[in-house]
C-alpha cells in the first residue's frame, strides 16, 4: 500500500490538535493587559509549548515518509497509535494549565510526552521491518535525538516531586532540542539523489 | 470520477470526528490522581474506544479504496451516508459517558454502531454494482467480519436489558476483532502486483 | 494555476463545517428516550438537513471541479465567497434550533441558503470566464436545478410570513431534490471518455 | 523534499482556524432581528474580517508555492512559525469582539496582524534561499503591497491612542487592498509556459 494517505490522514489529525488547542484559549475577562496577563498569559505559554511539540512530531514525520512510500496494516496501526497519544496533547496542557502546573498534571503531561515519543519509536520499528524501510537506519542513524528526549522526559517527571513546575524544564530543553532542523534526511535525498519509490 | 477527491474529504471528516472527541474531555478540577480518574477516567476509555472505532473506519475505507479508483454520484453518497453515522459519535459517546452507561444511553451508542456498519455495507454494495469494483467480493470474500459485528452489537443491546453497562462489552469486543490487522487487501495486491486502476 | 489546492483547501473547509455542527448537539440531561427527543430531537434533524446541505455543495463542488483543471485569482475568491456563507451554515442552523423554528430565525436560515447558492451561481461564472470553463455550459445545460433552488428558498422565506415553521418545507424540498445523484457530469466524462485537461 | 505535504499541512491548519472562528459566534438569546443584532452583530462583522485576512495569507500561500516545489527544513519551521500567528486569530478576534473595540485589545489585534505579515516576510526569506526559489524575486518585485500592509497596521495601531475603534479602518483597508487578485504569478507562469519543477 502507499503512504500518501496515511500522510494525508495524519496531517489532518495533526492540523486540527494543533489547532483546537487555541480553542482553550478563552478571551480574557478584561480589556486590559493586566487582564491578558491574568487571564492568558500562562495558556499562551503552554500553548505556544504544545504548539512546537505537535509541530516538531509533523516535521519529523514529514521527513520519515520521505524515506518510505509503502507501507502494511501494521505501520497504519503504529500511526493511530501515536496520533492517539498526540490527540491527548489538548487535554493535558489544558489540565496542566488550569492547575498552574501543580505536580499530578505536570506528571501527567510528561507521561503524555513519553507515550508519543515510545509511539513514534514503534512507528519507526514498524516501518523498519518493510523491505522498502530498510534504509531508514541509515538515514536515522543511533536515534540519539529520540533517546535524548524519552531521558529529558524521565527527568522532568522526576524534578516535579522536587519543586513541581521546574519539571517543565526540560519539556521546554526537549522542544528546543529539536527546533534545530534535522539535515539528515536532507542529506541522504540528496546523496540518492532522488525520492525513493520503495 | 476518481476517487481522490472522495478520500479526502473523508480523510477530513474522519480526521476532525477523531479529533474533536478531544473536546469532550474537560480538564478535571482539581489537581490529584483521585480528581484525574473521577473527572475523567472513565471519559478517557470512553474516548479511546470511540477513537478505535474510527481509527478501524479509516482502516477499512482506506484498504476498500486502495482496490476502486473510480466512483460515480451513488457511491459519493453512499460514503456521505457513511460519514453521516460516524459523525455521531462524538454525540452518542459523550451521552452515554455522562450517563454513566445507563441503558438507553447504552443502546444509543450501539444503534449508532449498528447504524455505521449498515452504512459501510451499502457503500460496499454500491462500489460493487461499479466495473472497476467487480473484483471486491474476490478480495473481502464473505466478509464474516462484518456479519459478525453487526451481530455483536445487536448481542451489546440486547444484553443492555439485562445490566446496561455489561452491553459495552460486544462492542469492545468487535474493536479487538477489527484491530488485528486485515491481510486481505495486501495478499490481493502482491498477487496482482500493482494498484489497480480500474 | 491548477486546481487541486484550491480542491484539497475546500474539501477541508467542508469537512469542518459539517462535522463542528456536531458540537452544537448536546448530550441530553437525562438518561431516557424522552430526555433525548427532548433535548436533542430536534436538533437532531436540523442537524441532519445541514448535513445533507453541505453533502450537495461538495458533490456539486466535486463535480464542477471535475471539469475544470485550471483556475485563477477571481474563481479562488469566488470559492473562498462560497465557503464564507457555508462557514454560517452552523451558526444559522443553531440559532434557528435554539428559537424552535421562529419566524427572524428561520428566514435567517434561509438567506444563508439563498446567499451560498448565489455564491455558488458566482462561482460558476468565474469558472466560465476561464478558456478550460467554456465547456461548462455544455455540461450543465440551463441549470434548471441551480434556479428551482433560489425560487424555492425565496418560496420558504414568504412562507415563514404565514406559520414560520412550514417556510422549512421548501427547504426541505430543495435538499431532497438534490439527493437525486446528478448525472450529467458523469454522462459527458463518458462522452469525452477521459478527465479533460483544461 | 518536496512541498506538496506542506502545502496540504497548511490548508488543513488554516481550513480549521477559517472554520472555528465561527464556534465563537453563538447564537443569539432571543428570535429578533433586534437580537440578532445586538447578539451577533459585531461578531458577526469581526468574523467577517478575520476570514477574508485569513483568505488573503491562504491565497498568497497558495500562489507563493506555485512558483516552488522544494522546500527544506528551515522552510518548514518558517512556515510553521506562520501557521502559529494565524492560529491566534479566534483568540484575538474574540477579545477584541468581547470588549467592543476597546483600546487593548484592538492593539493585540494589530500585533497579531504584523506577528503574521511579519512572518510571512520570513517564509519568503526562507524560500528565496533556496536554488528553486531564486526567481521569487523576480516573481513578486519589490513586494510593495506586502511593506504597505505592515506600515497599516502600525498606524491601526497607534490611531488606537487617539480613537480605540478608528484602529481597526487601517486593517480594514489592509483586506480591501489584498482583496483585489494579484496577478503577478499569473503572469508570470504565463510567461513561462508552465509550472517550474524547480
Same sequence: chains 1, 2, 3, 4.
Avoid: C
Wanted: no cysteine; aromatic share 12%; hydrophobic share 50%.
Amino acid at each position: 500500500m502507499q503512504s500518501s494517505r496515511l500522510e494525508a490522514f495524519s496531517d489532518g489529525v495533526l492540523a486540527i490538535i494543533i489547532t483546537i488547542m487555541v480553542l482553550e484559549l478563552h478571551a480574557p475577562d478584561g480589556p486590559t493587559l493586566h487582564d491578558l496577563w491574568k487571564g492568558a498569559g500562562q495558556s499562551l505559554l503552554t500553548y505556544l509549548l504544545s504548539f512546537v511539540y505537535v509541530g516538531i512530531y509533523w516535521n519529523n514525520h514529514h521527513h520519515l515518509f520521505q524515506v518510505v512510500s509503502r507501507v502494511d496494516g501494521l505501520v497504519l496501526w503504529a500511526n493511530l497509535h501515536l496520533l492517539f497519544w498526540l490527540s491527548l496533547y489538548p487535554f493535558t496542557t489544558s489540565w496542566m494549565d488550569a492547575q498552574d502546573l501543580a505536580r499530578v498534571p505536570t506528571i501527567a503531561y510528561g507521561v503524555n510526552l513519553i507515550g508519543a515519543a515510545i509511539a513514534y519509536s514503534l512507528l519507526v520499528l514498524a516501518i523498519r521491518r518493510l523491505p522498502s524501510g530498510a534504509h531508514i537506519g541509515e538515514v536515522f542513524g543511533s536515534d540519539w535525538k529520540g533517546k535524548t528526549s524519552i531521558a529529558l522526559y524521565a527527568v522532568g517527571i522526576a524534578l516535579t516531586f522536587v519543586v513541581p513546575w521546574v519539571g517543565v524544564v526540560p519539556y521546554v530543553a526537549v522542544a528546543l532540542l529539536w527546533l534545530i532542523p534535522d539535515r539528515r534526511v536532507e542529506r541522504w535525498l540528496q546523496r540518492h539523489d532522488q525520492v525513493p519509490t520503495g
